[in-house]
């Protein structure tokens, strides 16, 4: 774990609520894992005075370039989405576990909803360095707030689900029939609580490997102030050091 000053060099404007942050590093980037998170301080407001955890995105390490997939909800990632380039932000990383390496042999299915896709993007990387056999399925309320389709479709194929229907199959991503066909042995999941809920209860019913990566309310992220606990076979652990990712079977859901 590092405390590093990286200078913003672009700020991508998505779409109303998404942005990418380009952040280069003046030094060689540590190696990070994917599922791994920054805490990022939010300078200038005396309202954001936590750090806030937002996972590491994408990677390149020949440029020492780190990028961050934000969605804009309060106070702390507004005044972050105003940033211009050359500002500078202070992160301390990489922090938490990560997700497994699938087997050979494997087919994995990479779930995400909302901003939920972020930690998806580097298992997809790692799974392909690998040739390991992978897909996405990335649920949207509707077409439109669908992102950076081109990045991950670089990766893998992309399957999409949209409540309203306006791209891909209609639905929640818990309806996608891809779910259901069990043609996929493992899953990685992140995104709001009840999707990962859904998506674990899916799993289990199918005895279907699966870890999901949890965004539980956190403001150290290195297991000082204990806001983040997740209750666990383990009993009440942080989510921050022990996590972010865990295998289901470890989490007392009701599922
Ligand atoms: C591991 C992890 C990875 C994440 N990755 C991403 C990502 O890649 N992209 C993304 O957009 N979002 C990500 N998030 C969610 C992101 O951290 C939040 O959306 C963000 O912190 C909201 O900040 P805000 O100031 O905009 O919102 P606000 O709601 O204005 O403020 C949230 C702040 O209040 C603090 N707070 C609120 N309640 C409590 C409490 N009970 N105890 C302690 N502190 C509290 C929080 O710690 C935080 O500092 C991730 C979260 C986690 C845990």
Redesign the pocket.
């Known amino acids: 774990m590092r405390v590093e000053d990286l200078e913003l060099i672009a700020n991508h404007s998505l779409s109303k609520d998404?942005y990418v942050l380009d952040l280069q590093a003046k030094d060689k980037i540590p190696d990070i894992l994917p599922?791994q998170?920054a805490q990022v301080r939010?300078d200038n407001n005396k309202?954001?005075?936590?750090?806030?955890?937002?996972?590491?995105?994408d990677i390149d390490y020949k440029k020492n370039i780190i990028n961050?997939?934000?969605?804009?909800?309060?106070?702390?990632?507004?005044?972050?989405s105003e940033l211009k380039p050359g500002a500078v932000l202070n992160l301390i990383y990489p922090?938490?576990n990560n997700f497994s390496m699938a087997e050979e042999g494997s087919k994995s299915l990479l779930v995400g909803g909302g901003?939920?896709v972020?930690?998806l993007l580097l298992q997809a990387k790692a799974l392909r360095e690998r040739s390991l056999d992978f897909a996405f399925l990335l649920g949207y309320q509707t077409a439109g707030q669908i992102i950076e389709i081109e990045r991950f479709s670089k990766q893998g194929e992309v399957l999409i689900a949209t409540e309203d229907g306006s791209q891909g199959n209609k639905g929640l991503v818990t309806d996608h029939p891809v779910l259901h066909e069990g043609a996929y042995n493992r899953i990685y999941c992140?995104g709001p609580d009840p999707m990962m809920k859904a998506v674990a209860g899916i799993a289990k019913a199918n005895d279907i490997f699966c870890e999901v990566?949890?965004?539980?309310?956190?403001?150290c992220?290195y297991g000082v102030?204990l806001?983040?606990v997740v209750e666990t076979n383990r009993g009440y652990i942080n989510?921050?050091t022990e996590?972010?990712v865990f295998n289901i079977k470890e989490l007392k859901w009701q599922i």
């Open positions: 998404y599922g998170f939010v309202e954001t005075f936590l750090r806030r955890p937002i996972s590491v995105y961050l997939l934000i969605k804009e909800v309060g106070k702390g990632t507004r005044a972050l922090l938490g901003v939920g972020a930690p992140c990566s949890l965004e539980n309310t956190m403001a992220g102030c806001c983040c989510t921050c996590g972010p």
